[in-house]
């Protein structure tokens, strides 16, 4: 069992920077792919960063460029590094975790464990 949990979210300008963190439980947090997604209201859950074990990294399209996925095995913590911040950033962030840890799987229902979620607002 993987338990998640995020912090770091918050009210930003557009333009400004946040970065999300996400502690797990467990003693084998590096052998798991790690992830974020978001959900913006009336919409569905969409992937916006992976990291695998091994340190390949994927983004959707609309982060690329702006968002950065680290992680720091020795602290079983994972980080969302996001800049550049858009009004259409507004969203809650989840963490996930997915045991299959060599490879990134966009689907939202791949993924094993969740946190709670943290709130990411962007004025305009």
């Known amino acids: 069992q993987v338990q998640l949990v995020e912090s770091g979210g918050g009210l930003v300008q557009a333009g400004g920077s946040l970065r999300l963190s996400c502690a797990a439980s467990?003693?084998?947090?590096?052998?798991?792919?790690m992830g974020w997604f978001r959900q913006a209201p009336g919409k569905e859950r969409e992937f916006v960063a992976g990291l695998t074990r091994g340190g390949n990294r994927a983004y959707g399209d609309s982060v690329k460029g702006r968002f950065t996925i680290s992680r720091d095995n020795s602290n079983n913590t994972v980080y969302l590094q996001m800049n550049s911040l858009k009004p259409e950033d507004t969203a809650v962030y989840y963490c996930?975790?997915?045991?299959?840890?060599?490879?990134?799987?966009?689907?939202?229902?791949?993924?094993?464990?969740w946190g709670q979620g943290t709130q990411v607002t962007v004025s305009s």
């Open positions: 996930a975790a997915d045991s299959i840890g060599f490879m990134i799987r966009y689907n939202v229902r791949s993924w094993e464990y």
């Open positions: 467990g003693r084998t947090f590096s052998n798991y792919c």
